[in-house]
């Protein structure tokens, strides 16, 4: 018997404050609800100094790994204001043909360079409905720049 595989979900997105934190915890909620193998760069760490050249190889090396074997990128963006982390991710997953949804948290702008190469542009309120095996294309009709 043939056992599908949980679709494999890299939740990629800042995490340096209050506001950016309840919007990872609650997509985190949201793909682990609906049966999604979620990984959350925020719950993973290595066993080294924090801000050491150990940690940031370590954490560059386990981020990039759990990118490589991801179905689906799902982006928290912020327009204008936004991770360079969070972009280097979905720049990687580009290149390497991982979709990469764009869940706009805030619709004020964005950068062309993510809305064009992104699988599809969703709001943070379409994340519990949006369809992750067909991947319907959500063009941005904010302010591009």
């Known amino acids: 018997m043939d056992v599908e595989r949980m679709k494999r979900v890299y939740l990629a997105g800042p995490f340096f404050n209050e506001t950016e934190v309840a919007n990872v915890e609650y997509a985190e909620r949201v793909l682990t609800e609906r049966g999604f193998d979620v990984f959350s760069p925020r719950h993973h760490t290595v066993d080294a100094e924090v801000g050491s050249v150990e940690w940031a190889h370590g954490i560059f090396e ?83 720049f």
């Open 62 to 144: 386990m981020d990039r790994s759990n990118l490589d074997t991801a179905d689906v990128i799902v982006m928290l963006y912020y327009g204008n204001y936004s991770d360079t982390g969070t972009a280097w991710e979905c720049g990687y997953a580009y290149a390497k043909g991982i979709p990469v949804v764009l869940v706009h948290v805030d619709d004020k702008d964005s950068n062309l360079m993510l809305h064009v190469g992104c699988a599809s542009n969703i709001s943070l309120g379409d994340l519990p409905a949006y369809d992750f095996d067909t991947l319907p294309r959500h063009e941005f009709e904010g302010k591009m």
